[in-house]
């Protein structure tokens, strides 16, 4: 899929060193890789790398994208590396980008080693013998704040093994990957500043263009997928011009639509992205740029989080061009086929998304009313106060990430473009005993092949031919969506989310079905449009007993 050379790319010329990168890609396109005598040795347009067996499996990691963001590069622009001379040795993981020290462990807990600035790298896994496979980009989550391409769960070999080649990549997270300041846009030919690590996203999908060509990949048919963060991240490439062209499909894994701040104004209830950086230096009594990047990057990532900073994107006119929802409802993102969906426990895992239980089904029917007015009938059929722990849950997985999933496939239907949407509703014994049936992120083994290979305190999956059957039906959708845009198994057809609301549940194997969750989309789709018309909230886990008072209905919102 060729990127074509527009007006986007001579704006984004003020952005110099993306620009540069972004605007070359286009001739490496139809580059074809060399004969290698050593099948670990891979010559390609950024330098040659040796990298290392793994099975059948040739394995590149730690492969730099960008000139390293340290010092005076902190909170700029990713710049392109100048081809290297030599073999470079990739057979080792670059370190993770700078986060927060480790708190108390919980189930996602794994120790990531080294961390540094100098982090922009990504990872390689492909046959020796590919020749024009299907590529899968990889962006982990972590809530923007954590996580690293080299987590033993993403492991691409399971994936490769089936003809992909698959990448994975580090980005900037945090306050180093997301802070927007008012002196920070002043110094930028652009005006603007935060979403560097959706920059970085950016050039490394660049790079992807440029030379996966050489480790027997297609740049025409990449496919950008994630979970979570890593969803919320697919999401807003797919928004934004300066990706355009540089993926063919998207996988989106329990992604959130959610509001998201605005450069230079407040708006739903949130301060500035400028506002909210200014704010935290204050606080962190860092008076200039030269104070900002001469802090300790550990120090100052730590400090920021103490202080609430929380990481996201923000609608610069550019590199976000607007709120998420509106540029989707105006069918300005990226013209691509979407697989899309969520997990049926996700917040049994997070649940610090959720409010307490109240006191009595009295007290929470009391709140739901006051809360949606008109709404509450139809949000108390869906979330009764019967079971008002169970609805709790519901109501936070369904406004987050069930309303996302399916607004992702009715959108991309109505542009033309195929959408696939997918419920993971599979336990098995060690995480149902443990409350946890179906949690956030419990998908992944399946769909990396993966079970031996997730973190310390990850409820164990069982070694039985049931487990192994769910992996490889995932494995097989996965695979045949990047191959071609139509997830097919042996097993199960999975239809298009079409006008019947087609989708498919994951529960021990494959189900399709019609009508997902009659009623809960609609209930979450009205509660954001009351909500982006009155202007004064954000859409995101702030629901159900945490949900701001809604206005009344509206012929502009229609039911």
């Not at 040795?41 to 990298?51: C, D, E, K, Q």
């Not at 990949?217 to 990449?222: E, K, L, M, Q, R």
């Not at 994630?226 to 540089?246: C, D, F, K, N």
Request: with cysteine; net charge neutral; charged share 20%.
């Amino acid at each position: 899929m060729r990127r074509p050379r527009s007006t986007l790319f001579h704006r984004l010329a003020v952005m110099a060193a993306l620009a540069a990168s972004m605007v070359a890609c286009g001739s490496m396109a139809s580059a074809r890789p060399a004969p290698q005598s050593d099948p670990l040795v891979v010559a390609a347009p950024a330098g040659t790398v040796r990298g290392r067996a793994e099975g059948d499996i040739r394995a590149f990691k730690g492969i730099p994208y960008a000139v390293p963001p340290v010092g005076e590069g902190r909170w700029r622009p990713p710049v392109p590396l100048a081809p290297w001379t030599g073999v470079r040795n990739a057979a080792q993981f670059g370190p993770a980008c700078i986060q927060p020290t480790p708190g108390p462990p919980h189930i996602y807990s794994q120790d990531l080693g080294a961390t540094s600035e100098d982090c922009l790298t990504l990872n390689i896994w492909s046959q020796t013998s590919a020749r024009g496979a299907p590529v899968i980009v990889w962006i982990h989550g972590g809530s923007l704040v954590a996580g690293s391409s080299k987590e033993r769960l993403y492991d691409g070999a399971r994936l490769a093994s089936e003809g992909v080649v698959v990448v994975s990549i580090n980005y900037r997270l945090g306050v180093l990957g997301y802070l927007a300041h008012p002196d920070l846009s002043a110094e930028s030919p652009a005006a603007l500043s935060g979403n560097y690590g959706i920059m970085d996203q950016i050039q490394a999908l660049t790079w992807v263009q440029q030379n996966i060509v050489a480790f027997g990949g297609d740049p025409a048919n990449v496919t950008i997928a994630g979970e979570s963060a890593g969803g919320l991240s697919v999401i807003y490439l797919m928004t934004s011009p300066y990706a355009r062209g540089l993926f063919a499909r998207a996988i989106v894994q329990s992604g959130y639509m959610i509001s998201t701040p605005e450069l230079k104004q407040a708006r739903f209830g949130m301060p500035s992205a400028e506002e909210a950086g200014a704010t935290l230096t204050r606080r962190l009594q860092l008076p200039s740029l030269r104070a900002m990047r001469a802090t300790d990057p550990q120090v100052l990532t730590d400090q920021a989080a103490m202080a609430g900073f929380q990481p996201f994107g923000a609608v610069d006119g550019m590199i976000l061009p607007g709120q998420m929802v509106d540029v989707f409802d105006q069918g300005r993102q990226a013209p691509v086929p979407v697989l899309a969906g969520f997990n049926s426990g996700e917040i049994r895992s997070l649940r610090i998304l959720a409010p307490p239980v109240p006191g009595s089904a009295a007290d929470y029917e009391r709140v739901i009313r006051d809360r949606y007015g008109d709404m509450a009938d139809d949000y108390l059929r869906l979330y009764p106060s019967s079971d008002m722990a169970e609805s709790i849950l519901a109501a936070t997985r369904d406004a987050l990430y069930g309303w996302t999933s399916e607004r992702l496939v009715r959108r991309q239907t109505a542009l033309g473009q195929a959408g696939y949407l997918y419920l993971f509703d599979h336990g098995y014994p060690a995480a149902d005993a443990a409350g946890l049936h179906a949690f956030h992120a419990s998908e992944l083994p399946y769909m990396f092949g993966n079970p031996d290979r997730t973190p310390p305190r990850w409820p164990r999956v069982p070694d039985t031919a049931e487990e192994v059957a769910l992996s490889d039906a995932m494995i097989d959708y996965w695979i045949s969506f990047a191959r071609d845009g139509r997830p097919q198994s042996q097993d199960t057809a999975w239809p298009a989310y079409g006008t019947e609301r087609h989708f498919v549940t994951f529960d021990g194997g494959a189900r399709p079905g019609a009508g997902l969750f009659p009623g809960m989309f609609d209930l979450h789709e009205q509660s954001m449009c009351r909500r982006r018309m009155a202007g004064n909230a954000p859409w995101n886990w702030n629901v159900g007993l945490m949900s701001p008072k809604l206005a009344e209905g509206s012929a502009r919102c229609p039911r």
